[in-house]
């Protein structure tokens, strides 16, 4: 990036500069770095979710403010629940996102090698050794906060003999689960991660790209610091939960030798929704049961999800930047992140005539056989987007809501005897109704007023209801999914008892008689639209057939959202 558009960029977040870009200003003016290089390390065993879109945005943006770097790194230091599903879904979610790494995908097991030569250094240094104890007994040895450690009986054993078992663990001659190397740190230290952690485990696992060339594998705590300065990270920016293990991170930085320029890491909080799901965990649990229609359900906030629904990467950057930077854990509502999308496509999408629940009007005064154009904006605000034709004819169909034998006070859609306006069309007057053999309204019967054309009052007259409508020949039929949030909001995420999820079982209405414009209908994939009256739609990527669309309510037009003034 040019030195311009950088400092441009710095100079738009100018007056509300986070705490990151405060401790980054400094490093810099400093001398403490002469570049910002961030990364994103997601461990590859599910989708990314919104909460990730944060890390991603965060770091990556960094990276184009400073003019530096970003690096998407796969965590796959885990061979088990590790899955190339995962890591192409991930690619294609950062991509989407908008983040730029540079287009080189970066794996922590490429560094497998430089960790072992790591480990043998510490050994030579005295500052590891090979741990006889199992897994229960370390936990035992470990202490309490309140009770210091109790040291491990091999803490002494000789550089030479550490050298020979660690040799014989990577050589595959010991069994998963019997021999540990761990660091020789401080077993009575305040800090728990201090006291003589885990470096590396035994486990015999064939890994997605490094096959069985290994069966060592190290632990976060040693193979993540490493990463980042093998890579030349300047600032690792992880969420809360890591502050305590910083000083493990700079530990294993300094004593592995990466004294010039160390990497530095910087914890934020973590972006919690309130009455969402977004914990790997329990969406997986999700998809595994068959609640949900896979990883991309439009009603969850994975970042596939998201884009399924219709969300749009400018939306969800736009929602980040609202949520700010802090040190301290806050939760989020998700009406705000729907605010986002609304306010980025009331201008972008065009506003078009769809009818839901279909009913028939029939226009008795109306010629047989006629038809006329009627021309209508694509948008009312945006002038440029130009306007469409639209038939007009006898038999038109409206929203079955929009018409009601007995209405209640303040109803001013169609009764018999009212008199609304057909959006853009005319005055009409219901005069009678039929029912089906089951006793359901089935047509509504009216007259219109042929002066009244374009929706004019022709004499001053008024009429308090306008509604949508769309022509009975023209329409075309299509399925319309409507969402609620897959939790049950009363009850809150977890169920208190065995900490299951509290589903909402209404979260998916699927309505397959939808009619909609021919110019809906013909959509490209993943259009987006506002039906008038209706919400935000977008045509699904996955379920939509070329003569059998499928639009998702990304979100409906009102909100009582309103946007907090920042401190
Ligand atoms: P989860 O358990 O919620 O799926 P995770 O932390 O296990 O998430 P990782 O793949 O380990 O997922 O995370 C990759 C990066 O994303 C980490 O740097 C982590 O700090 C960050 N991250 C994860 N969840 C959030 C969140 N809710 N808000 C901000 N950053 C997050
Ligand atoms: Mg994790």
């Given at each position: 990036?040019?030195?311009?558009?950088?400092?441009?960029?710095?100079?738009?977040?100018?007056?509300?500069?986070n705490?990151?870009?405060?401790?980054?200003?400094?490093?810099?003016?400093?001398?403490?770095?002469?570049?910002?290089?961030?990364?994103?390390?997601?461990?590859?065993?599910?989708?990314?979710?919104i909460?990730?879109a944060k890390?991603?945005?965060?770091?990556?943006?960094?990276?184009?403010?400073?003019?530096?770097?970003?690096?998407?790194?796969f965590?796959?230091?885990?061979?088990?629940k590790?899955?190339?599903?995962y890591?192409?879904?991930i690619?294609?979610?950062?991509?989407?996102?908008?983040a730029?790494?540079?287009?080189?995908?970066?794996y922590?097991?490429?560094?497998?090698?430089l960790?072992?030569?790591?480990?043998?250094k510490?050994?030579?240094?005295?500052?590891?050794?090979?741990?006889?104890l199992?897994?229960?007994?370390?936990k035992?040895y470990?202490?309490?906060?309140?009770?210091?450690?109790?040291?491990?009986p091999?803490?002494?054993?000789?550089?030479?003999?550490?050298?020979?078992?660690?040799?014989?663990?990577?050589?595959?001659?010991?069994?998963?689960?019997?021999?540990t190397?761990r660091?020789?740190?401080?077993?009575?230290?305040?800090?728990?991660?201090?006291?003589?952690?885990?470096?590396?485990?035994?486990?015999?696992?064939s890994h997605?790209?490094?096959?069985?060339?290994?069966c060592?594998?190290?632990?976060?705590?040693f193979?993540?610091?490493?990463?980042?300065?093998?890579?030349?990270i300047?600032?690792?920016?992880?969420?809360?939960e890591?502050?305590?293990?910083?000083p493990?991170?700079?530990?294993?930085?300094?004593?592995?030798?990466f004294?010039?320029?160390p990497p530095?890491?910087i914890?934020?909080?973590?972006?919690?929704?309130?009455?969402?799901?977004?914990g790997?965990r329990?969406?997986?649990?999700?998809?595994?049961?068959g609640?949900?229609?896979?990883?991309?359900?439009?009603?969850?906030?994975?970042?596939a999800?998201?884009?399924?629904?219709?969300?749009?990467?400018a939306?969800?950057?736009?929602?980040?930047?609202l949520?700010?930077?802090?040190?301290?854990?806050?939760?989020?509502?998700?009406?705000?992140?729907?605010?986002?999308?609304?306010?980025?496509?009331k201008?972008?999408?065009?506003?078009?005539?769809?009818?839901?629940r279909?009913?028939?009007?029939?226009?008795?005064?109306?010629?047989?056989?006629?038809?006329?154009?009627?021309?209508?904006?694509?948008?009312?605000?945006?002038?440029?987007?130009?306007?469409?034709?639209?038939?007009?004819?006898?038999?038109?169909?409206?929203e079955?809501?929009?018409?009601?034998?007995?209405?209640?006070?303040?109803y001013?859609?169609?009764y018999?005897?009212n008199?609304?306006?057909?959006?853009?069309?005319?005055?009409?007057?219901?005069?009678?109704?039929?029912?089906?053999?089951v006793?359901?309204?089935?047509v509504v019967?009216c007259t219109?007023?042929p002066?009244?054309?374009?929706?004019?009052s022709?004499?001053?007259?008024?009429?308090?209801?306008t509604i949508h409508?769309?022509s009975?020949?023209?329409?075309?039929?299509?399925?319309?999914?409507?969402?609620?949030?897959?939790?049950?909001?009363?009850?809150?995420?977890y169920?208190?008892?065995d900490?299951?999820?509290?589903?909402?079982?209404?979260?998916?209405?699927?309505?397959?008689?939808?009619?909609?414009?021919?110019?809906?209908?013909?959509?490209?994939?993943?259009?987006?639209?506002?039906?008038?009256?209706?919400?935000?739609?977008?045509?699904?990527?996955?379920d939509?057939?070329?003569?059998?669309p499928?639009?998702?309510r990304?979100?409906?037009?009102?909100?009582?959202?309103?946007l907090?003034?920042?401190?």
């Open positions: 990036m040019d030195e311009e558009r950088t400092g441009e960029l710095r100079e738009e977040r100018g007056a509300s500069r705490f990151i870009e405060t401790y980054i200003d400094k490093d810099l003016e400093d001398g403490v770095y002469d570049t910002v290089c961030t990364r994103f390390p997601p461990e590859p065993n599910g989708f990314l979710h909460g990730h890390s991603i945005l965060l770091n990556s943006g960094l990276a184009e403010e400073y003019g530096g770097k970003f690096n998407l790194r965590d796959d230091t885990n061979p088990v590790e899955k190339s599903e890591m192409d879904a690619v294609r979610d950062v991509t989407w996102l908008g730029d790494f540079g287009g080189k995908i970066l922590a097991s490429d560094y497998f090698e960790m072992y030569e790591c480990a043998v510490l050994i030579k240094a005295g500052k590891a050794y090979v741990s006889e199992s897994a229960d007994e370390i035992e470990r202490g309490t906060l309140t009770e210091p450690g109790k040291n491990d091999s803490r002494e054993r000789p550089v030479e003999e550490n050298l020979e078992l660690f040799t014989k663990m990577r050589s595959g001659e010991v069994p998963d689960g019997t021999m190397l660091a020789k740190i401080d077993m009575a230290s305040p800090n728990i991660n201090m006291r003589d952690p885990i470096l590396y485990r035994v486990a015999h696992l997605p790209r490094t096959g069985d060339k290994w060592i594998y190290p632990m976060y705590d193979a993540h610091p490493l990463e980042d300065a093998a890579e030349g300047t600032h690792s920016i992880c969420t809360l890591f502050e305590d293990h910083r493990l991170y700079d530990w294993v930085v300094r004593e592995c030798g004294v010039d320029k530095r890491q914890e934020f909080a973590k972006l919690f929704l309130n009455n969402v799901v977004t790997k329990y969406i997986k649990k999700l998809v595994d049961d609640i949900v229609d896979g990883w991309d359900d439009p009603r969850l906030v994975t970042i999800a998201l884009r399924r629904r219709g969300y749009t990467p939306s969800i950057r736009k929602f980040v930047e949520c700010g930077v802090s040190k301290s854990n806050a939760v989020t509502d998700l009406a705000m992140l729907e605010y986002c999308i609304r306010e980025d496509l201008e972008k999408a065009p506003r078009l005539m769809a009818v839901l279909p009913l028939k009007l029939v226009i008795d005064n109306y010629p047989e056989g006629q038809t006329e154009k009627i021309t209508i904006e694509n948008n009312r605000d945006v002038p440029e987007m130009g306007k469409r034709e639209v038939t007009f004819s006898k038999e038109l169909y409206i079955r809501d929009d018409f009601m034998e007995e209405p209640p006070k303040k001013f859609r169609l018999p005897g008199e609304v306006r057909l959006m853009n069309a005319y005055f009409v007057r219901c005069t009678d109704f039929e029912r089906d053999a006793g359901n309204v089935s019967h219109y007023d002066e009244s054309r374009g929706g004019e022709p004499d001053g007259r008024k009429v308090k209801g409508w769309l009975a020949a023209d329409a075309r039929r299509c399925t319309v999914r409507l969402y609620e949030n897959i939790i049950n909001e009363e009850l809150g995420v169920n208190k008892e900490g299951s999820l509290n589903l909402n079982p209404h979260s998916e209405e699927i309505l397959e008689d939808a009619m909609v414009e021919p110019a809906i209908a013909d959509a490209d994939e993943d259009a987006r639209f506002q039906f008038v009256r209706n919400g935000f739609f977008c045509r699904d990527s996955k939509s057939k070329p003569d059998a499928v639009f998702n990304i979100v409906s037009l009102k909100s009582s959202f309103v907090p003034s920042r401190a």
